[in-house]
């Protein structure tokens, strides 16, 4: 223990003085980077681990400088296969991602392959993640295959079928083991052969063909005792002897495992000797990644405020786009909203202008109706009552009884009833004498008969008497009613009910008729309930109707009082 404290320290004392002579040497030259890589590489090859790994810090630092990420991933990836050899695989794993990082922004696919073949090894023996290694080994078979590599691709199948087998998925890895089978003399190596043996061996023990499989295990050791890899043959012993096991002969399994702790043993002295020596590089390694991530947690702070800068830019740009939507829709809608009060101001306008042609026709039908009337009743009447006069008084002076007087008499006794008549209906002499009331009560009496009854409430005296203009409104309005239930209500029962309330009239018909949808616009009525509509709202009053199918229609009117007479 106290020899190893002895080597750490003192390892660490001659890399402060190397970073110190590093940091005052100028930047190294591609060329003498990559010549630098070169012998760290060798250091490493002859065991010397911690002269290789103080050569590869020293030649990353320099490849820093020059920003070449080629000679980087080199570099990472030299440290890496230092750490893996000296059995640090955690640290190895750490380094060879650094390196594939960097790889991967070359065009270095000799590197890249290599580096996945290692990955690979690290997941599925050290790690024990067999999906993730498997992956990196097929992606070093396609690196292989791109760059015409048959070496690397036989060596990568060797080490996917160890991975297979390792894991029991001997189906998953035969194809593969053929493959290695059938080009071993064109691609493999004595190493290769050992492997290769000792997979035969595990597939055909896995089968239970013992005899051959014995057969491969031997021949495994056999090559093995001739080459000068100690890690190959102590494998070949290990699983031997548990092939032994399996076949039951213990004391010969024994005996190869015995060998086998031997060779382990004096493999296992030499890590420890090489981990020594490499402590204290070690040390300033982890100082090394230390401040490797002090460096990326700059980088990724500073890209962290880059993109949340251009992260704000984008929401106000964002921000911006949706005002100007916003605007362009509040615009839109502003033009339709003013478009569309134009269009009700000018129906308000059409409506009120075709009101105003309505009450205008309807005033000049009353005023022509009034002088008609007059004119009838005042002149022609008259005259007609004066000839039948003269008439007579010519028949009693004369004494004349000829039958052409009498009917003369009688024919102008019958156009001066009629022109009454006319006269009367024109302007009605209960509306003239008597009032609305009384002319409404005898309206009803009129139309009532045996297919339809008129019915007529009021609590207002019948004398009652309002504005002559206004009672004749009234009634004109009530007359089209009852014009309009006769001819298309099929309604047997009316009731009429006229209500006074502080100076308001308010008139009730309803009938018990077929009644008609009410859903329809105004436009869409019969011109006598647009006449009424028209003359009501004339009058600042209200006109409404509600019309069940075959239940019968009830109608509204409520007008203020014009001033009374």
């Known amino acids: 223990m106290l020899q190893r404290q002895v080597y750490i320290i003192v390892s660490i004392i001659l890399i402060h003085f190397s970073n110190n002579a590093f940091a005052k040497q100028k930047t190294l030259s591609k060329i003498e980077i990559t010549s ?76 890249k392959n290599k580096l996945n073949n290692n ?63 059938k080009f071993q003399k064109k691609f493999g190596d004595s190493s290769n052969m050992v492997n290769l043996n000792m997979l035969n061996g595990l597939y055909s023990s896995h089968i239970n063909k013992n005899k051959e499989a014995n057969s491969y295990f031997l021949n495994a050791i056999k090559l093995g005792l001739k080459g000068d890899d100690k890690s190959d043959l102590s494998f070949a012993y290990l699983e031997y002897s548990k092939f032994l096991v399996k076949i039951g002969h213990y004391k010969k399994a ?18 420890i000797l090489a981990t020594v020596n490499a402590a204290g590089v070690n040390l300033e390694l982890d100082e090394s990644k230390r401040d490797l991530k002090r460096v990326e947690n700059g980088f990724k702070q500073k890209q962290y405020l880059l993109q949340e800068k251009a992260s704000k830019k984008q929401k106000i740009f964002i921000i911006i786009i949706g005002l100007c939507i916003l605007s362009a829709i509040m615009i839109y809608f502003f033009f339709q909203n003013t478009k569309l009060k134009q269009k009700n101001k000018l129906n308000k306008l059409r409506s009120k202008l075709q009101l105003k042609v309505i009450n205008a026709t309807f005033d000049g039908q009353e005023i022509e109706r009034k002088k008609i009337a007059a004119f009838l009743h005042d002149n022609i009447s008259s005259k007609l009552s004066s000839a039948g006069l003269q008439l007579s008084a010519f ?16 024919i102008i006794k019958e156009i001066h009833d009629e022109i009454r008549n006319l006269s009367h209906e024109l302007l009605p002499t209960l509306l003239v004498k008597f009032g609305l009331f009384y002319s409404i009560q005898d309206l009803c009496k009129k139309n009532s008969n045996t297919l339809i009854q008129f019915e007529y409430s009021s609590a207002i005296v019948i004398n009652q008497r309002y504005q002559e203009d206004f009672e004749t409104k009234i009634f ?50 019969g011109f006598g309930l647009t006449q009424i509509r028209a003359r009501v709202s004339s009058m600042d009053g209200k006109f409404s109707v509600n019309s069940i199918v075959d239940k019968g229609t009830l109608v509204i009117i409520i007008v203020p009082i014009q001033e009374k007479n």
């Open 395 to 410: 028949s009693a002076i004369n004494k004349i009884d000829a039958e052409e007087i009498k009917k003369s008499k009688e």
């Open 476 to 525: 004109n309005i009530i007359s089209e009613l009852f014009n309009n239930i006769l001819k298309h209500s099929e309604a047997s029962k009316v009731k009429v009910a006229i209500e006074e309330n502080n100076n308001i009239l308010t008139i009730i018909l309803e009938d018990n008729g077929k009644g008609f949808k009410t859903t329809k616009t105004i436009s869409n009525e």
């Open 254 to 271: 024994y005996e190869y495992l015995e060998i086998y702790s031997k060779i382990y043993e004096e493999m296992f002295n030499e890590q």
């Open 119 to 181: 990955l690979g090894n690290i997941y599925c023996f050290d790690k024990k993640q067999f999906e993730i290694g498997f992956n990196h080994y097929k992606k070093s078979i396609a690196l292989s295959t791109k760059i015409k590599d048959s070496s690397q691709i036989y060596f990568t199948t060797i080490n996917l079928i160890w991975a297979c087998f390792d894991n029991k998925l001997y189906k998953k890895g035969l194809p593969y083991l053929n493959f290695a089978n």
């Open 36 to 111: 630098l890589v070169s012998q760290a590489t060798h250091l490493m090859k002859v065991g010397k681990y911690d002269q290789s790994l103080t050569k590869s810090r020293h030649a990353l630092a320099q490849s820093k400088a020059i920003n070449d990420y080629d000679l980087i991933a080199t570099c990472y990836n030299t440290i890496a296969a230092n750490l893996d050899e000296l059995n640090y695989p955690d640290k190895a794993l750490f380094y060879y991602n650094k390196s594939l990082f960097y790889a991967d922004k070359t065009n270095n696919d000799n590197l």
